[in-house]
């Protein structure tokens, strides 16, 4: 490998390193964001723009302390048919149920788990710690 590959490897390399880093930092915060689509173009050819595809929605975190959701009970909606992602965060150990879906999971300590699925049920359900008996959010399906 030549010294100028090298070179070229190790800037790709921390580009990553620094994208990875700009993403995961963004996750830590509760106050809301400005989530307005921003407008970008990418080359086409010579001398042609088309849009670029907008950034996916982030990614909701249900935050629980003591069993609790921090900020109360909030709604989380999707649309019929597509893919639903949310996260939840605890400081202790919680076993997470979302109901009419069925899903279950375990947040460790200090950890947090992802649900995704695909929201094919229309309805309102109530994502729930079976931990602390708590009523976490409600998942919103509409058409």
């Known amino acids: 490998m ?9 800037v790709a390399a921390v580009a990553v390193a ?13 106050k809301k964001k400005d989530t307005a689509a921003t407008t970008a173009t990418t080359p086409a050819g010579p001398g042609r723009t088309t849009p670029a595809k ?8 249900i935050r629980v302390h003591d069993g609790k959701p921090v900020g109360g009970l909030k ?40 649900f995704s699925f695909k929201a094919k049920n229309e309805g309102v359900y109530e994502v729930e710690s079976h931990t602390s008996e708590q009523k976490l959010a409600k998942v919103k399906v509409v058409p």
């Open 2 to 10: 030549t010294r100028n590959a090298r070179i070229a490897l190790i």
């Open 18 to 30: 620094g994208v990875a880093a700009l993403v995961i930092g963004s996750g830590g915060s509760d």
């Open 54 to 61: 907008p950034a996916p929605p982030p990614v909701p975190v």
């Open 75 to 114: 709604t989380l909606e999707f649309k019929h048919g597509e893919r639903a992602r949310f996260v939840v965060a605890a400081d202790t150990k919680q076993q997470v149920h979302l109901h009419g879906y069925e899903i279950e999971k375990t947040v460790p300590a200090g950890g947090r788990v992802t």
